[in-house]
């Protein structure tokens, strides 16, 4: 890409303005938006109806999309993943994740992830850097030249925590809203539990859904799992979230991360119910998908996600149960990316960004 600067990220009135600039009417600004927010363009070459001085000139100055691919593998189960970069071999993943009834996208915020959790993948290569809305705009729009269907949901569930990016995912989200035409509704952004991004982030009042990694309703176990719970404690960490519904209207959502003989216990199940209960909110049950970080850890035979489930039904808790996939082609958040060769490949953590004043 060298010094060139990458159209995707950029607004419809920011194309314009290179537009004018280059010598065109602002109008082919608009066409170029089309282009490339609505029919995922990649090459200059693909802009029929943009005169071939301007594309040259564009092509002087500019790239369309700032990622290269150095990995892409099919599942069997039609999942697609990529393990990008933007030619500084610091690779990071996304995932197509078609369903019969839509497609979704799995897309990162960061380069590795300094949260630290002990049954993650990304953590365990570390931290590199923050995701421009230029890169995590173009992870939608590379996934999107996949396939013929529209991809109508996103969710930033990939490597890095959100929230530690705020200013470029809101940027990114508005730009989904705003150019490719997504609802906000369709749009997820999940986090292990930043207190003030999370009350920041409720400020905007932007209509997404909200998702808290939890993972257990007990301190001291979900201290051991992520190392956030001893910055910010599971009471003010619900809090902050029970106080984003109410600026935004939106349900949440319960993300948690079922380990066998360490978080699916009967008693957890019951102090979860107990935590959540009055607050609209669903509970995503996630059976542990293997990966070895060294800890042990191992999926829960089924009888006892099914004891889980069961004692927060019966309590009336919203509760669904991640349909997994991919599992062949190494799709839990890291995988793939521990096992490149380059940059980006298991890494020593490096230090953690300070998560808040």
């Known amino acids: 890409m060298g010094n060139r600067e990458p159209l995707i990220g950029k607004t419809t009135p920011e194309l314009e303005q290179i537009a004018v600039q280059l010598g065109e009417k602002a109008f082919r600004g608009r066409q170029l938006a089309k282009w490339i927010y609505e029919k995922a363009a990649r090459e200059f070459d693909d802009l029929k109806d943009l005169p071939k001085a301007f594309r040259d000139k564009l092509a002087e100055s500019h790239v369309i999309s700032p990622l290269t691919v150095t990995t892409h593998r099919t599942s069997t189960d039609g999942v697609d993943k990529l393990l990008v970069h933007n030619g500084d071999n610091q690779v990071y993943e996304c995932v197509l994740l078609p369903y019969s009834k839509r497609v979704s996208c799995c897309i990162s915020s960061q380069v590795g ?21 230029s890169e995590i705009i173009a992870q939608y729009l590379l996934l999107q030249s996949l396939t013929e269907r529209r991809i109508s949901h996103v969710v930033f569930m990939g490597m890095g925590e959100p929230l530690l990016n705020v200013e470029n995912v809101i940027k990114a989200l508005n730009i989904f809203h705003d150019e490719i035409g997504l609802s906000y509704r369709h749009l997820t952004v999940s986090t292990v539990g930043l207190v003030p991004q999370i009350r920041e982030l409720a400020t905007h009042k932007l209509p997404i859904h909200l998702a808290l990694s939890l993972h257990s309703p007990i301190d001291e176990i979900r ?32 993300e948690y991360l079922l380990i066998s003989e360490v978080n699916d216990t009967p008693e957890q199940a019951e102090a979860l ?85």
Not at 113 to 133: I, Q, Y
Not at 223 to 249: F, Q
Request: charged share 20%; glycine share 8%; hydrophobic share 35%.
């Open 273 to 357: 119910a107990k935590l959540v209960k009055g607050t609209p909110c669903v509970v995503n049950l996630i059976p542990f998908n293997w990966v070895d970080t060294g800890n042990g850890f191992q999926r829960p035979a089924r009888t006892r996600i099914n004891a889980f489930r069961s004692t927060l039904e019966y309590h009336q808790i919203n509760v669904t149960e991640r349909v997994e996939r991919g599992h062949d082609i190494a799709a839990a958040c890291g995988q793939l990316a521990g096992q490149h060769k380059g940059q980006f490949a298991r890494r020593t953590p490096s230090n953690p960004l300070p998560l808040a004043p």
């Open 223 to 254: 201290s051991r799992l992520m190392p956030v719970n001893n910055k910010w404690d599971v009471a003010e960490t619900w809090a902050a979230m029970r106080d984003y519904h109410a600026a935004t209207g939106r349900k949440v959502t319960i």
């Open 113 to 133: 992830c300094p949260m630290g959790c002990t049954f993650c993948a990304t953590g365990m290569g570390g931290f590199d850097r923050n995701l421009t809305a």
